[in-house]
């Protein structure tokens, strides 16, 4: 067992590296039950470091490795002897090397029994490679640091039949037989890169090729290879790839500049996809989609994330992370564009909407609990846990807010700015803040406190109307949680606990008339902003006043519209008030804001009074304002499918003191059975009425309609009826698509009733062939709120359609159940010492799938003693597993010790 303990990374301890590599060739063999890797590195002593480290002896050259079998190791073409290098199982150390020198380097390594999919790993149809953050080190010794940037040749040798297809970054330089029955292709990258970039593949796949013309009219090959039979499943992501060269052309003037841009779908993944230049590989969920077995989410999903991998090729690629606290130079600013495409693509309102909803169930958790950590990290143990999202999400915000502050004309010429400085390096945050504040004349220098200081700001709000003046004071603060900030900042020297943000509020003032008023602020000039209805002021102290002038009588204020800023906002709007809002705010997220926040505080209010034993109350408010959107649905269902979602149970409980998850649960069902009951009519009606006819399809429009109905169909299945069954069993037997049935069946999963087993049996005797598919059966058991799901969850451990190994399949069946806030939470404690015991098992096979998992139990410290005392003990009991991964360790010890 290896007993060194795993080492705490400082933001602040970077230093340069001691050597650059200029160039990588690489020789990899794929022998039979072996894969042998020749490397040769050229390096060089990094003159900066050598100034850096003035007149104390040169550092020695070190090299990372993890699971390498080394067979030699030469410098210059002479093999060193045993006394001339010290190998460990994690560095290879060479004490006095020349300052420039060519080091080879040979290693065998066991891809097969690699569960890890870290490194070159063996999935169903061949051999992939995933080496972001630290994966290169178990395919080469190689100094594993973002910051080094080196141009790549590699050479696959392989069985011709077993393994047809061999690709690597960059472009095919030759290919050709050796002996009569293996192979070889040669691959050379033109651009430098940083090693977590690198990716090759041999395997048997089949390929759907394609061709774009980029805007100066340079021709890119297009290709995604998939499982040999899936081609008919292949076209929307190429149509999404091809999309996304066009957009980023057109909105950022970004042109592709490879000759080749190639996607490889793996049903073995440990995330969504991977950006290595020219060659992404991606999850199979990401890739494949057919009207029959992929829902409008796969759908939308596959759009963002085939957006996403392309648009790292500038952001993340071409400009890269100094260091991996920098994650969010590449994922918060990618997450960016990828959400303003997905915005172009769809509805820019609801696509908004849903990223806030996600926001809110994900990341306000994340930052409220002892994973809390700012969007650039100060410290880490396992650089894989932190690709959270707060570096994704959050970091996105914090894009969006530059570009709020500075305006779209200035972002885009600080984007322009940070390629022209940046291009081929490897650089911060810091260098991308510059280039914004540089191009715009804003000073960002408080602004970038968002990614100093984690914790979700509290933005409080109070205003007051004076019909003399006819003025309207608005009082804006902000506070930080101390409990969050204090824990999340453990370098407290450095970090100055909680000084104030610069937030952006976008405000409307609404009227009686459901018009928007003027926004005149007082002493401006009266002229500069006429006409204008939505504003942006900057919050930069801990409490600010503004007062708007001119106001003919007491506004609805519309506050932080389209969520300007990640913040909870607190204002006490009567519920006439979030009523008058949502019908009539300008701001489509603000009208939907409006009925989330009407429908909680109805929710919470319910759970207390259940948590009490008293029975819960519904007063009229939510259901008037549900029946009048299912009145005016047509106009933009998808948004009216939006507004009717009540939020989830995990965003409600952030609002709780103490969270009471049956009590939390019986009211949101409550609220829901309610609308049912008192709207049956109307549901069914819009049910019927908003009907899709003719083949599927995929568009906005399509979608928003189903999405709509199928909303209906969830609140109708609340009234538990022979007639509300049938209505879902008739669905999921006469659907031409996954969307519908898959929601017909989810609707059904929630009851206990003989269609219920009915449908799961039909859909797994249809489906089982669709590995995808089959992860939709798992996840809609694991959801199921019925109490005996933790029992069905454990028998599907043992049925044929899971697979430990397979991280779709964990995800499918045990993050959804770890997701399911009543079941997982249920006070027997039964939730928890189950999945701490997957958690166990799975560590062995694969420790960043683990330690995902683990991430579940983040919130235990909300609920009450009985709950807490289950949740410490599994999460102790976990913790004393002997050989325990680093990763899981970090995640459990912050859970129990902060
Ligand atoms: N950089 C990838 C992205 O955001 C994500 C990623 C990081 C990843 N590490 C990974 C994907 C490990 C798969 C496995 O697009
Ligand atoms: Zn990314």
Redesign the pocket.
């Known amino acids: 067992m290896n007993s060194e303990t795993p080492q705490r990374i400082h933001r602040l301890d970077y230093t340069p590296p001691p050597f650059l590599v200029d160039s990588v060739e690489l020789d990899v063999h794929f022998n039979a039950g072996e894969v042998l890797v020749n490397s040769q590195l050229q390096l060089r002593r990094n003159p900066l470091a050598a100034l850096a480290a003035e007149a104390s002896p040169l550092p020695p050259l070190q090299l990372d490795g993890q699971g390498l079998e080394t067979i030699s190791v030469a410098i210059d073409g002479s093999v060193l002897g045993q006394d001339q290098y010290h190998c460990s199982d994690s560095l290879l150390t060479i004490v006095n090397p020349p300052d420039t020198l060519t080091l080879r380097t040979q290693v065998r390594i066991d891809a097969d029994h690699n569960s890890s999919?870290?490194g070159l790993f063996r999935s169903k149809d061949g051999y992939f490679t995933?080496c972001?953050?630290q994966g290169f080190r178990r395919i080469t010794w190689f100094p594993d640091r973002p910051d080094i940037m080196s141009r790549y040749q590699v050479t696959l040798h392989a069985d011709k039949t077993r393994l047809p297809v061999l690709l690597a970054n960059g472009n095919p330089v030759g290919s050709g037989d050796e002996g009569p029955d293996r192979h070889w292709a040669k691959w050379e990258d033109p651009f430098f890169k940083p090693c977590y970039l690198f990716a090759l593949v041999a395997a048997r796949l089949d390929v759907l090729r394609d061709e774009f013309t980029t805007s100066s009219g340079r021709s890119v090959q297009l290709a995604v290879f998939v499982e040999p039979g899936k081609l008919d499943q292949c076209a929307h992501a190429m149509d999404a790839l091809k999309r996304s060269m066009r957009w980023d052309e057109e909105v950022f003037g970004l042109e592709c500049d490879l000759d080749h841009y190639m996607i490889v779908a793996v049903g073995d993944?440990?995330?969504?996809?991977?950006?290595n230049k020219g060659l992404n590989v991606f999850n199979t969920k990401y890739v494949l989609a057919r009207a029959d077995i992929a829902t409008d989410a796969d759908y939308q999903n596959i759009d963002r994330v085939v957006a996403?991998?392309y648009f790292?090729n500038w952001t993340?690629n071409r400009v890269t992370c100094r260091d991996w606290f920098q994650l969010s130079l590449k994922?918060g600013l990618?997450v960016y564009r990828d959400q303003e495409f997905g915005a172009d693509m769809h509805s820019r309102a609801v696509t908004r909407i849903r990223e806030v909803r996600a926001l809110r169930a994900m990341q306000f958790p994340e930052d409220a609990g002892p994973m809390a950590h700012p969007v650039r990290p100060d410290s880490y143990i396992e650089i894989?846990n932190f690709?959270t999202s707060t570096v994704?999400d959050k970091g996105a915000e914090v894009v969006r807010m530059i570009e709020t502050l500075i305006g779209k004309q200035a972002f885009r010429r600080g984007m322009d700015l940070y390629f022209e400085r940046h291009d081929g390096q490897a650089v911060t945050c810091d260098d991308f803040v510059a280039a914004m504040a540089d191009a715009s004349g804003v000073d960002l220098t408080q602004f970038k406190r968002w990614y100093d200081q984690a914790g979700t700001p509290r933005l409080w709000a109070s205003g007051h109307y004076d019909e003399e003046a006819r003025s309207y004071t608005l009082t804006l603060s902000q506070s930080l949680p101390t409990r969050a900030a204090a824990d999340a900042t453990s370098e407290p020297l450095h970090s100055p606990l909680h000084s104030p943000f610069h937030i952006p509020v976008a405000i409307g003032l609404n009227g009686a008339d459901g018009e928007d008023m003027p926004l005149l602020i007082a002493g401006e000039d009266s002229t500069a902003d006429s006409g204008r209805t939505t504003r942006v002021l900057s919050l930069t102290d801990f409490e600010q006043q503004f007062v708007f002038t001119e106001l003919a009588a007491a506004p609805v204020v519309s506050l932080l519209r389209d969520f300007s800023a990640p913040v909870i906002l607190d204002f006490s709007w009567s519920d006439e008030e979030l009523a008058h809002l949502l019908a009539h705010d300008s701001d489509p997220f603000n009208r939907w804001e409006a009925g989330q926040r009407l429908a909680s505080r109805l929710i919470l209010a319910a759970a207390e009074d259940i948590s009490v034993g008293r029975a819960a109350y519904w007063p009229q408010t939510f259901v008037e304002a549900a029946a009048r959107l299912l009145e005016n649905a047509a106009a933009d269902p998808a948004f009216a499918a939006e507004a009717l979602t009540l939020p989830g149970e995990a965003t409600l409980a952030e609002e709780m003191a103490m969270v009471d998850p049956s009590a939390l649960h019986e009211a949101r069902n409550g609220l829901r059975r309610f609308v049912a009951e008192q709207l049956g009519g109307a549901l069914l009606h819009a049910y019927e009425t908003h009907a899709t006819s003719g083949p599927y399809q995929a568009t906005p429009a399509a979608a928003g309609r189903r999405a709509l109905r199928n909303l209906c169909l969830g609140y109708l299945g609340e009234l538990n009826s022979a007639e509300s069954r049938a209505l879902a069993m008739r669905q999921f037997e006469t659907a031409n698509n996954m969307t519908d049935q898959l929601a017909a069946l989810a609707t059904l999963a929630q009851d206990d009733c003989p269609e219920r087993v009915q449908a799961l049996d039909s859909f797994y005797e249809r489906w089982h062939d669709e590995a995808l598919v089959v992860d939709k059966w798992l996840s809609v058991q694991a959801a199921s709120r019925l109490p005996d799901t933790l029992a069905v969850v454990r028998e599907l451990l043992d049925h044929p359609a899971f697979d430990l190994r397979n991280p779709n399949k964990v995800y499918a069946l045990l993050n959804t159940f770890g997701n399911n806030h009543v079941r997982f939470h249920a006070a027997d404690g039964g939730g928890y010492l189950f999945l701490a015991t997957q958690i166990g098992e799975i560590d062995r096979l694969n420790p960043?799938v683990a330690a995902r998992l683990a991430r579940r139990f983040d919130r235990w410290r909300k609920f009450d003693q009985p709950r807490q005392q289950q949740a410490s003990f599994a999460l102790e009991k976990l913790r004393s597993i002997d050989g325990l991964s680093s990763d899981v360790r970090e995640i459990v010890g912050r859970a129990l010790d902060q």
């Open positions: 999919l870290s995933q972001e953050a993944f440990n995330m969504g996809a991977m950006e996403h991998e790292h993340g994922e990618t894989n690709y994704y960043q």
